[in-house]
């Protein structure tokens, strides 16, 4: 089955600096990977999402990179903002089924104002 | 978008009670739902594959008659925890994946807001 590893595990920015999470996937079936904002007490919200077909996505202050080839894809938050402090969560998916998702461990976010 | 409603948020039970929740898409249909259980700090862990309509896949480890699940209708899955210990204390999260027209291809997974279990 797939395996996906997220780094880092934790994460400190000053506001308005940039954070980066890498995740790494094993299974190259995999075509679909959504990001997750999940805040204290809540479940996970979609964020961004980015397709195989597709390198790089992008959505104001988040974007997104995929490489294939590598099995890898990225998340970029710019000019972060206090509110950007959460667990983010990525995933990998075989979407044409609706099979299940497969998570990272998470990344806890912290952005010091 | 898509919303998924999950209720209750929060419940405490007694041990050996059970403890049902429940989650809906409310705007779309979902012929199949997900159940997760999150331990603090840590990530979701699958729990079952809800399908409509028929019987829960559940994944190793997860006893089925521990964990009920039903899946009755397109828009609505529940969760029973049978005769609940206070090891099933954890935060329980839903999730759907609405069907496109092209099938799943363009259907991210959205999750409900979870329940918050403790049991006494």
């Known amino acids: 089955g797939e395996n996906v590893e997220q780094h880092p595990s934790t994460l400190s920015v000053q506001e308005g600096d940039s954070a980066v999470i890498k995740c790494t996937y094993s299974d190259s079936a995999s075509n679909y990977f959504p990001w997750y904002k999940q805040e204290l007490g809540k479940g996970p919200q979609l964020i961004i999402d980015?397709?195989?077909?597709?390198g790089e996505k992008k959505d104001q202050r988040i974007a997104v990179t995929l490489n294939k080839t590598a099995k890898h894809f990225s998340l970029h938050i710019t000019e972060t903002q206090p509110e950007d402090s959460a667990v983010y969560f990525c995933?990998?998916?075989?979407?044409?089924?609706?099979?299940?998702?497969?998570f990272g461990t998470g990344t806890s976010l912290t952005v010091i104002p | 978008g898509a919303v998924v409603s999950q209720h209750p948020s929060w419940v405490i039970c007694k041990s050996g009670t059970s403890v049902k929740i429940e989650c809906r898409s409310l705007?779309?249909?979902?012929?199949?739902m997900f159940w997760y259980r999150q331990f603090p700090k840590q990530s979701l862990m699958l729990m079952a594959t809800s399908n409509e309509g028929s019987k829960a896949t559940y994944e190793q480890g997860v006893e089925k008659d521990k964990f009920l699940i039903n899946h009755a209708s397109l828009t609505l899955s529940t969760l029973t925890v049978t005769s609940a210990h206070p090891e099933d204390s954890s935060f329980y999260i839903c999730s759907a994946r609405a069907r496109a027209a092209q099938g799943f291809m363009n259907s991210p997974l959205h999750f409900g807001n979870g329940t918050r279990l403790t049991v006494t």
């Open positions: 980015i397709r195989s077909n597709v």
């Open positions: 705007d779309f249909q979902a012929t199949t």
């Open positions: 995933a990998a998916s075989f979407s044409n089924t609706g099979n299940q998702f497969y």
